[in-house]
């Protein structure tokens, strides 16, 4: 094991019991067929229900809607690329020629699929509840954040404070439709948000939970811009 | 519990500890806010590495590619509504006033739904391993079917196959182009079948991964047709 491989198995954590599990999770395909591909199958999976497992325990008051939302921040390329580069997986990882020559080792695609792989690996090499407690461990600054930040807020509020960071004004909601029975309301709510050029529309059986579904939406509308 | 639930956890092959959350699981939205939604955000990530985990360890030959075809198979909402059928999961439904006057209890999607939140519960109730348990108990015949069928066969081989059952003519594969310096060539290949309307190419590091590559997009590709 070269000084790059144990300086990444340092922030790891995790000492294999198998080492060569870990030499193919930092295998990028450019190197040649025996590579990291089916543990990044793998590793996303385990990190993905990691995760929703950790959000659904940890949140009892989400929806799944903002679970869902919560978790795709958290698993997306950028936030395994800073994991990775926080935890210098890139001088650990092999490289074919071409990608060596152009910089592979600091690519955030190619650092975000190698974690994925080496979870995968953990995984496999020791099992389930291993290969959890590294995750956890791992995200454990991004998960702490979640917990003082947004998540324990109402969706109307998360956007209101967010809003109100980037000196924007406040969000306005209107009701454009009751309909139903009256034991089955159904409420269908537009807001508007200064900046979203997108409409969002929210529906709930009450006017307050169609408000929170749509700010809800809007705030995703917010995060994929 | 009444009768139909009786049912439905004969089938299921696993007695809850907590049964409310059983009673959760099986909770349509239309019947109020205690409804199954988070469990199915649960649930649907527990399927998933389940299936993931399994495919790897059963397919130790098959590309990150193929293996996420087959789980989309095996996890898509017809497949799960097929199971819950089969358990008898409808009649265990609770339903809003709506959906039960509708027939929302045989309605796939709810099903499918249901099924993955059962899924959830049996997580939060058993933990990961009589979760993954019965997920692979009530997926056995799906899975040995795969093991018969399909995947042990390189993707030329299957999409022959493939054709002929269906009485069409063997696919042609042409050299499009030979890139690269000798050590590293990549060839890019047209796979032509007859009666995709599509262009599938694919390419490779030689003119069989090539070839194979694009057997396995055209294979993907008729199996959204």
Redesign the interface.
Known sequence: MDDAVRDFVGHLGYEFADPALLERALTHRSRGSNNN??L???GD??L??TI??FL?QQFPD???GE??RLRARLVRKESLAELARRMELGPALRL???ELRTGGFDRGSILADALEAVF?AV??DGG??TARDVILRIYRDKLVALDEDASAKDPKTRLQEHLQSHGLPTPTYEVIEVSGQAH?QRFDVRCQVPGLTVEVRGTG?SRRAAEQDAAQKALAALDED
């Open positions: 591909e089916r990044e199958f793998l999976s385990a993905g229900f929703s497992a659904f989400l929806s799944e679970l869902t074919g020629a071409g995968g995984y496999v389930f509840d089955a059986r």
